[in-house]
């Protein structure tokens, strides 16, 4: 297994490489200086301050050198300072990544938490009412925007009811009672979508695994519909579901820009729209790899789950 582990990270790592290439040269693709586009709205910039600012951040460098002289003082863990604020971005990076964490986390529990009792429910009374009930609540839950559904929530719980404020804490700290009921709403938008899909998922695996002789055999040795679904039906079901909820945690941590800009949340995707439109490559870039390496591990855990949900399973 320790083999297989070291195989996928060397492969993360060169995926990794890729990932800040292709960032990089798209950034470089779009027009106009950073420093220029920061100065603009400075009384007095002169050019000399521009061609200092210039030098200070390498862009008066060939593009190759400037990737290079990034790349390098990436692996000595220097990942640079924002152009625009001129703080080290780690200082901006690590407090954003793990509010998105908490809020991704948060919204998959909560999607989880609702989607295997409505899955399970469903596949026991297959046919019914609460299957029929549960599987049109799917549809509607996968087929609303997220944009649509936070902008929904916000409108009726936080303006119509007041139960929480529109707007995020001044000071986001996870020891505060106000950030966690604040949290509520942007993780409920966020699980909306992915708790219809688990659902769905995890109801049509379940029926194809009822419908097995060996589930007909165990049922005609007197064992209840409970005992049935939950010690011989899930654990074969959860397969594909256990790959689409690490799908789902690693497109939080990308996926999650529509929600934070909804809720002002100041995550991953909030950092990452506002370093994009101030051209503030350094900043892209770090967050562009935070992502990359928040994806690559997610995938490896699932991967290395599979082999203790199914010992049919090997790594190779």
Do not use: C
Request: positive net charge; hydrophobic residues 55%.
């Amino acid at each position: 297994m320790w083999r297989y582990i070291r195989r996928r990270l060397l492969t993360g790592l060169a995926t990794l490489f890729g990932v800040s290439a292709v960032v990089f040269a798209m950034m470089k693709l779009i027009p106009g200086d950073p420093v220029k586009f920061l100065v603009q709205f400075q009384q007095g910039a002169s050019r000399e301050l521009v061609a200092e600012l210039q030098r200070r951040y390498n862009l008066d460098r060939p593009v190759p050198v400037q990737y290079v002289l990034w790349l390098t003082s990436v692996v000595r863990g220097d990942l640079g300072r924002s152009i625009v604020s001129g703080i080290p971005v780690k200082d901006e990076l690590f407090p954003a990544v793990g509010r998105t964490a908490v809020l991704g986390l948060a919204a998959m529990l909560l999607a989880w938490a609702v989607a295997f009792p409505v899955g399970l429910v469903s596949a026991a009374y297959r046919g019914r009412a609460a299957d029929a009930i549960s599987r049109v609540a799917s549809v509607i839950g996968l087929s609303m925007p997220s944009f649509w559904v936070g902008l929904l929530l916000l409108s009726y719980f936080a303006v119509r009811l007041a139960w929480v404020s529109p707007l995020p804490p001044a000071r986001i700290s996870f020891t505060s009672a106000e950030t966690w009921r604040y949290l509520i709403l942007p993780a409920a938008t966020l699980g909306v979508p992915n708790a219809a899909l688990v659902s769905r998922l995890l109801r049509g695996g379940l029926v194809d695994v009822l419908d097995q002789p060996f589930i007909t055999a165990a049922s005609a040795k007197g064992l209840g519909r409970s005992r049935l679904l939950l010690h011989h039906a899930l654990r074969i079901a959860m397969t594909p579901v256990l790959t689409v909820m690490g799908l789902q945690l690693a497109l939080v941590l990308g996926g999650a820009v529509v929600v934070e800009e909804v809720f002002s949340w100041p995550g991953l995707g909030r950092l990452l729209v506002q370093a994009v439109n101030a051209r503030d490559l350094p900043v892209v870039q770090s967050v562009s790899l935070a992502i990359g390496a928040g994806v690559i591990l997610i995938n490896l855990m699932v991967d290395v789950a599979y082999a203790f949900i199914d010992p049919r399973i090997r790594f190779s």
